[in-house]
């Protein structure tokens, strides 16, 4: 989840932090939630990212078969997992480079804009019931999400920011505590955090985005490359939805945060990226999703924007992108000018 204008952070924590980060992956809430149902994940979607991350996590052969690990009871499913054994020969992950942050989509939205958490005011019982509500929406998404990664034999691990310490003031992070986020990376697990409600030193509670999230992981702890992973291609010059939308394949940050379209050449220069965002969304949307990757772009770290699911998400998820990227891939590249 996302709250609007978020500016530079104020908050640090000291990292001790012994192993690289390779990627930080934001799973986009629309794609791995159906936006429009309340409280409904899209089960095809979130096997699929989960799918590709662990074959961005393997070194090696592609074939090898992983074992699960949500050894809890499924609706469906009669017998709780419980051959240890098979473990023994089991290879290792890459895992511990990879850091993965979801949206909300249709889980806490609704619950926030109903009571108006992003505001502020626990004084106010409806605000305060919101609070507790949207909060109980997003950790249940992100307990599903750690159990599909889990299921793919990826070892991940849940973590809600207002549980690990981080609080806002006037909206803009204040405490961010990363040091949990880096122990969890050094002794092999891969971390999944989410947006949330969370305390505000000043209006009392607010709505910490996940994007907001992504660049103050991105500052701390200095990945090779984020990916969004989103429910279309990548940025457009206006909704996508509209005829003759255009796709943006590269996007250059300059040094004092500015940003413009490299590629394709647009036919009106000075011509305005066209943001919608929904009405329940309490987030910012893709406004905050291109300001935030154009900030993380400022520390020299290349963001791809892509659809979730796809041969192109896979490609981004595995590195290949590093460099020049290929013609026929399909999504959105912001990078630091050079």
Known sequence: MEEKNQTEHQGTSNVHQIKPIRCIVKLGGAAITCKNEIEKINEENLKTVSLQLRQAMVSG??????????????????????????????????????????????????????????????????????????????????LEIVRALAREGIPSIGMSPFSCGWSTCERNIA????????????????????????????????ILSGDVIIRQLAAEL????????????????RPPTEPNAMLLREIAVNEDGHWSVVKPALAERNRKVEITVAAHDTTGGMETKISEAAMIAKLGIDVYI???????????????????IPDDWLGTVIRLRR
């Open 175 to 206: 405490s961010a505590d990363v040091s949990m986020v880096a122990k969890a990376l050094d002794s092999g697990f891969v971390p999944v955090l989410h947006g949330d409600a969370v305390l505000d030193d000043s209006l009392g509670c607010t």
């Open 222 to 237: 200095k990945p090779e490359y984020i990916v969004f992973l989103t429910d279309v291609l990548g940025v457009y010059d």
């Open 306 to 324: 892509v659809k979730a699911a796809t041969t192109h998400s896979l490609r981004a998820l595995s590195g290949e992108l590093k460099g020049n």
């Open 61 to 142: 052969s592609s074939s090898v078969k992983f074992l699960g690990m949500d050894w809890s009871k499924r609706p469906g499913i009669s017998d709780i997992y419980s051959s240890v054994d098979d473990f023994r020969e089991q290879p290792s992950l890459d895992s511990s480079s990879f850091i993965v942050v979801h949206g909300a989509g249709s889980f806490g939205h609704f619950q926030a804009s109903k009571s108006g958490v992003h505001k502020g005011g626990l004084n106010q019982q409806l605000v305060k019931a919101g609070f507790v509500a949207t909060r109980i929406s997003v950790t249940s998404l992100n």
